[in-house]
């Protein structure tokens, strides 16, 4: 099984365009396009009946005392645990392509509460729900797809994990706003097949991705 895209190469930097973030010559950040990047995959095995679209960061600071804080860096070294970026499932066979921008397209305070997807899939929630949590103007639910904002100041460049499961069932049975633990049981027994791209990002100068 191969999972293509037009918009991501294979540990390649992501394009700002598919960002939450992107940096600012004066104040670290600034809010960017977020669109979702095109996917396309092929070669699923027979049996096939429905897929799963994921993108999870695999480098988050597991402690929060040195990010984005002026004149300190997160160190490289810092333990990292993951950030859910985006949870699709129910993606029935036909389909085999998601076009860029048709699940995302800006940013939405508060979050996308239904989001776009593909016909008949099932969007889960993505990490942004607690990264608001606390924040009056963008604390909310946040499901479907939303993209990289890796801290301004984290010395290591993150890795954005996207990839497509092939399933031997038509639904895992997820109701919309799913996380990655229910994700991940449900998937025990039923994947036929995956495939992965990987996309690098950051928000550090002196960090290129």
Not at 67 to 85: C, I, K, Y
Request: include cysteine; hydrophobic fraction near 35%; charge should be negative.
């Amino acid at each position: 099984m191969q999972l293509n895209s037009n918009s991501l190469r294979h540990n390649q930097a992501i394009d700002g365009e598919f960002a939450f973030c992107t940096p600012h010559p004066t104040q670290h950040v600034q809010m960017a396009a977020n669109r979702n990047p095109h996917l396309s995959w092929d070669d699923a095995p027979a049996g096939t009946q429905s897929y799963v679209v994921c993108c999870i960061d695999s480098d988050v600071p597991t402690k929060p005392d040195d990010v984005n804080q002026e004149g300190r860096s997160v160190p490289a070294d810092l333990p990292r645990t993951e950030f859910v970026h985006w949870l699709v499932s129910d993606i029935t066979p036909d389909i085999t392509s998601i076009a860029a921008g048709s699940c995302c397209d800006g940013i939405t305070p508060r979050g996308k509460t239904e989001p776009p997807g593909p016909a008949g899939s099932v969007q889960g929630v993505n990490d942004y729900t607690g990264w608001f949590a606390g924040d009056p103007d963008m604390e909310g639910t946040y499901l479907g797809y939303d993209g990289p904002c890796p801290p301004w100041n984290d010395s290591l460049v993150h890795h954005y994990h996207f990839t497509v499961y092939a399933l031997d069932t038509p639904s895992l049975g997820l109701k919309p706003g799913f996380d990655l633990a229910a994700l991940r049981q449900a998937l025990e027994g039923h994947v036929l097949a995956e495939a992965t791209l990987v996309g690098t990002y950051s928000l550090n100068p002196d960090v290129p991705a």
